[in-house]
């Protein structure tokens, strides 16, 4: 019986995940990493909204589990949602955000597989001045502690997109996050200015990004890296779901769990 390929697994929230063509430009980074990767199959189980306790007790990372076999990845970041205070979604940094990692963590070395820790991209806002605002908070300074507390991996997108967003300032990063102007595109015909949600551009910048981190450190085999240092990837390079797909997926990667 043949082998499976080598799987890598994504756990996040709206940056991370792939997004339905009817969302297009529209992108998070786990949609765009499969370009820069070869001969690894890439199933993004993030969604949009999702915290990781949400994640966890609505049993998306249950699913994984299920599905993950010995030398598998699974990459984890989340940040973005956990802070927002709703019912359900809300954690703290340091206690509940923290014991939900564990969760990812312990789970995936339970079954052989390989946990990597990336914190969440930072919000593009800036004040009057033109300064970048930090309003992710403690999230990506608890899951570094995590990281060294556990000896897990980690990936510090976080701090990548500081500084990559300080470089571009409040215009450049109109490129990099979804700003379209009226009647740019049909899935927008009245705009958006959103400084949160990436577009391809921004979604292909954080998947090089990842990619790199991911083979500086040999976490996958160097034959399974494709093109990440090249520079001229365009939008039209990532794949959307179609829309039924889409909501498929969304509806069957998930388990029944016990809280």
Not at 147 to 160: F, K
Not at 186 to 204: K, M, Q, W, Y
Not at 220 to 231: A, K, N, Y
Request: glycine letters at 8%.
């Amino acid at each position: 019986m043949p082998r499976r390929p080598r799987t890598l697994f994504l756990a996040g929230d709206s940056s991370v995940t792939s997004r339905p063509r009817s969302l297009a430009p529209m992108a998070g980074w786990g949609q765009a990493l499969p370009l820069f990767l070869s001969g690894v199959s890439v199933i993004n189980c993030a969604r949009a909204g999702a915290s990781s306790r949400s994640f966890v007790e609505r049993g998306r990372l249950a699913w994984i589990l299920r599905e993950a076999r010995p030398g598998d990845l699974l990459l984890v970041s989340f940040g973005l949602i956990d802070m927002k205070r709703c019912a359900g979604r809300f954690t703290e940094p340091f206690t509940d955000f923290q014991h939900y990692l564990r969760r990812c963590v312990d789970g995936a070395r339970d079954r052989g597989a390989h946990p990597v820790l990336v914190t969440s991209q930072e919000r593009g806002v800036f004040d009057a001045q033109g300064n970048l605002r930090r309003l992710l908070g403690l999230y990506p300074l608890a899951m570094k502690e995590i990281a060294e507390t556990d000896s897990v991996p980690l990936i510090d997108l976080n701090e990548w997109s500081v500084r990559r967003w300080r470089r571009a300032g409040p215009h450049g990063t109109r490129r990099i996050f979804l700003h379209l102007e009226p009647g740019e595109h049909p899935n927008f015909p009245e705009g958006v200015a959103d400084h949160t949600h990436l577009r391809a551009s921004g979604a292909i910048e954080c998947a090089r990004f990842v990619a790199g981190e991911l083979q500086d450190r040999a976490m996958l085999e160097p034959d399974h890296f494709t093109g990440v240092e090249r520079p001229d990837v365009l939008e039209d390079s990532v794949a959307w779901l179609e829309d039924h797909d889409f909501d498929e997926l969304t509806r069957t990667r998930t388990l029944e769990v016990v809280i």
